[in-house]
């Protein structure tokens, strides 16, 4: 009897033993995961922060096709009204050309930091517009880019990029224009730039270039073209 009872004891300690070594090992693995768990976590922003570092020295002539090779229309010049035409918001306003290149805007712009918006949280036409009135150059891609993650990471990037002198350090927007927000765009374009320059009331002008594909030679040679402070209201931020 005593020594079945000894049996049993080395059997209920050898199964202790065990459970202990396999609790030790699982406790190990746990510890092991939420270490690369979290390292996982500080490495995602640190390794994004490397890239919008190295994005931010790098000159949007640089990025995207060639302007030859973007299939880009010639600049056009579109009549424009006076400035300081405020709106209240919410107050849908119809555009005399698509995308607008000047016009009514509500008394709101759109926050001067932010280059780069998606069609989740893009402000309202007439905000951006208000942007165009204070020198603002805005690249507007179509539904058809917004599908296509490259061409939309392109645009990103370009955004976070280093923009000519003229932009006068960082007078740019990149947004979407949806087919619901204007008239249709030329066949085979996706791409507009658009800016506002001053001028005697009655004689300033809006101007609208029109690419098939992203082009940061096309933008940097559209902005030196239009700089910022050829605008309605200059220097203010």
């Known amino acids: 009897m005593a020594k079945v009872e000894q049996s049993r004891r080395e059997l209920i300690e050898k199964m202790q033993r065990d459970q202990a070594r396999s609790d030790k090992r699982r406790t190990m693995l746990i510890v092991s995961i939420s270490i690369l768990v979290g390292l996982g976590i500080i490495a995602v922003p640190a390794v994004k922060l490397i890239q919008d570092s ?5 000159a949007i002539a640089d990025i995207g096709p060639k302007a030859a090779a973007a299939s880009c229309d010639a ?6 009204g006076k400035s300081a035409d405020h709106r209240p918001d919410g107050e849908k306003i119809a555009y005399a050309v698509s995308p607008p290149s000047s016009g009514p805007h509500y008394q709101t712009w759109a926050p001067f930091s932010k280059k780069f918006y998606s069609a989740e949280d893009r402000p309202p036409v007439e905000n951006l517009v208000h942007n165009l009135e204070h020198g603002y150059t805005l690249l507007w891609y179509n539904d058809e880019i917004a599908k296509d993650k490259h061409k939309l990471a392109t645009i990103e990037k370009l955004a976070k990029a280093k923009l000519p002198d003229a932009a006068d350090g960082g007078f740019f927007i990149a947004a979407p224009f949806h087919a ?3 008239a249709a ?21 809006g101007h609208r270039q029109f690419c098939g594909d992203v082009s940061g030679e096309a933008l940097t040679t559209f902005i030196n073209k239009y700089p910022a402070k050829d605008t309605q209201e200059p220097g203010l931020r």
Request: hydrophobic share 30%.
């Open 54 to 58: 190295k994005a931010k020295s790098q």
């Open 75 to 80: 600049p056009t010049d579109d009549p424009a």
């Open 180 to 182: 619901t927000d204007g």
């Open 185 to 205: 765009w030329p066949a085979g374009k996706n791409i507009a730039f658009t800016h506002w320059s001053a001028g005697p009331e009655g004689q300033s002008l």
